[in-house]
């Protein structure tokens, strides 16, 4: 199976917005609304950011939103923070031989 | 609150198998609401899935792991388990255990910490 492809990196300022991209194929991101991401922080393990393309877990920021159209799914980060400094993952079902398939991660760092 | 827990040896000689353990405290397993899974993370690079199952039975795992993977269920102690045979120093990762939403596409809310198993002679 294929991973889903990330940009390796994405930075920005403080207070500033940026949005990671996720492309997949018409097998995953283009016909489901399984999308899901995480962020990692070093050494820990990840944390579910959004599910189900753009919905939000209990207790996540508001500045984290998602979406996507046609094969790309997208995260934004809005009023970056420090804190938002981490590894980003987008993850999908797909109706290939594996079932889940994660993205190739995107490293966000806030200058 | 839900918690999960790794458990098992960190070496493990080629050839032969990684066996862990996700004690689950917290929650039942045995709810029947949630899949329970396993996905790693070789060091420095990305996530990997490697399979889930139900307490009903249906297990899911990844086509390229499929030959050497089980998952399965232990009730009676609220814990679940990865065996992975036949192991190369490619298998050397961070396993975590997972807990799914409902809906067992739509993501992992619950992640243990991770063991770092190394595959080494």
């Not at chain 1, 940026?18 to 991101?29: F, K, M, N």
């Not at chain 1, 070093?42 to 189900?52: Q, R």
Request: one cysteine or more.
């Amino acid at each position: 199976q294929s991973a889903l492809t990330q940009p390796a990196s994405v930075s920005g300022s403080p207070g500033q917005s940026i949005t990671i991209s996720c492309t997949g194929t018409s097998s995953d991101i283009g016909n489901y609304n399984s999308v899901s991401w995480y962020q990692q922080h070093p050494g820990k393990a990840p944390k579910l950011m959004i599910y189900d393309v753009s919905n939000r877990p209990s207790g996540v920021s508001n500045r984290f939103s998602a979406s996507k159209s046609g094969n790309t799914a997208s995260l934004s980060i809005s009023g970056l923070q420090a804190e938002d400094e981490a590894d980003y993952y987008c993850c999908s079902y797909s109706s290939s031989s594996t079932p889940y398939v994660f993205g190739t991660g995107t490293k966000v760092t806030v200058l | 609150q839900l918690q999960l827990q790794e458990s098992g040896p960190g070496l493990v000689k080629p050839s032969e198998t990684l066996s862990l353990t996700c004690t689950v405290s917290g929650g039942s397993i045995s709810s029947g609401t949630y899949y329970w899974g396993w996905i790693r993370q070789p060091p420095g690079k990305g996530l990997e899935w490697i399979g889930s199952v139900y307490f009903g039975g249906s297990t899911y795992s990844n086509s390229s792991l499929e030959s050497r993977v089980t998952i399965s269920l232990d009730t009676s102690k609220n814990r679940f388990s990865l065996n992975l045979r036949s192991v190369t120093a490619a298998d050397t990762a961070v396993y975590y255990c997972v807990r799914s939403l409902p809906s067992l596409w739509s993501g992992y809310d619950f992640w243990g910490q991770g063991a770092l198993v190394t595959v080494s002679s």
